[in-house]
């Protein structure tokens, strides 16, 4: 596990750091207040990042030129890098990707006016972090293998497919809306069953939106950092009960992004 070092800064830190006039601070994330130091040059354009604190909290920033800025994938993972980071041996509020303040004094502002919300956060989430369940229909056909599942859906279908005919539009609609809501409630079902075997191995779970329609359910859960291993343990448990048809990829860990709810005031 690496140890981040905090080192005092001088009084004249910004003017030793000496960035142009045009020079922002790029925001990552939040956590407990520590002696003002600098991380690392891993930030985004390989900027250098450093911790500003005010009693309480803190923010990790790094210099950056320029005042918007794109989500490149490069970025982004250097965005995701500086949190995975400060996580090994923090908690930490993850900030979303692209904020940016025009200087120190405008972090501090930050800080002081969310000190409260913050520290009601970091303490929500002290030494726990997310893991992420994506569980997929590992099927090549998934309407038929519904249909192979679900006697309505198969009457339906060959109702309207009778004798070789084609079905005019309604039919289509019709027998699509029953293949959506056949879906939507295997979805429920079966995601249920996953986070009743998962709720004893995490302190909460979200249910995020499914990306494509094979995606079965996409689930966030907060971990425990000392729980990790059983948690996983747990994941290989659930899948047991799931037959070839279904297929498991968990991730993590990753700072509590589904955790954290975090409206700056300024």
């Not at 210099?63 to 994938?73: A, G, L, M």
């Not at 590992?138 to 006697?151: A, G, R, T």
């Not at 959506?180 to 429920?188: H, M, P, S, T």
């Amino acid at each position: 596990m690496k140890q981040l070092v905090y080192g005092i800064l001088p009084a004249d830190h910004d003017s030793l750091r000496n960035p142009p006039v045009s020079s922002q601070l790029y925001l990552y994330g939040i956590f407990k207040a520590r002696p003002d130091g600098e991380i690392g040059p891993i930030g985004i354009d390989e900027g250098m990042v450093y911790t500003i604190s005010d009693d309480r909290v803190a923010a990790v920033v790094s210099d950056i030129r320029i005042e918007k800025i794109r989500p490149e994938r490069r970025r982004l993972a250097a965005h995701h890098a500086v949190l995975k980071t400060v996580m090994e041996t923090e908690t930490i509020l993850p900030m979303v990707f692209g904020i940016i303040a025009d200087k120190p004094e405008a972090i501090r502002r930050i800080l002081t006016s969310n000190r409260a919300e913050f520290l009601d956060q970091l303490k929500r989430v002290d030494q726990k972090q997310e893991m992420g369940l994506r569980v997929v229909w590992d099927d090549p056909n998934l309407f038929e293998f519904f249909v192979s599942q679900h006697e309505e859906l198969e009457q339906k279908r060959d109702q309207i497919f009778r004798g070789g005919r084609e079905p005019d539009q309604g039919e289509k609609i019709d027998l699509g809306r029953m293949f959506e809501r056949i879906l939507a409630d295997e979805r429920q079902l079966q995601t249920e069953r996953v986070l009743e075997a998962l709720r004893p191995h995490c302190f909460e779970a979200r249910e995020n939106k499914p990306r494509t329609e094979r995606e079965v359910m996409n689930l966030a859960f907060l971990v425990g950092r000392d729980k990790l291993k059983d948690f996983e343990d747990g994941v290989f448990e659930s899948a047991r009960l799931f037959d070839h048809h279904y297929a498991f990829d968990f991730s993590g860990p990753w700072p509590p992004h589904n955790f954290v709810d975090v409206s700056l005031s300024t």
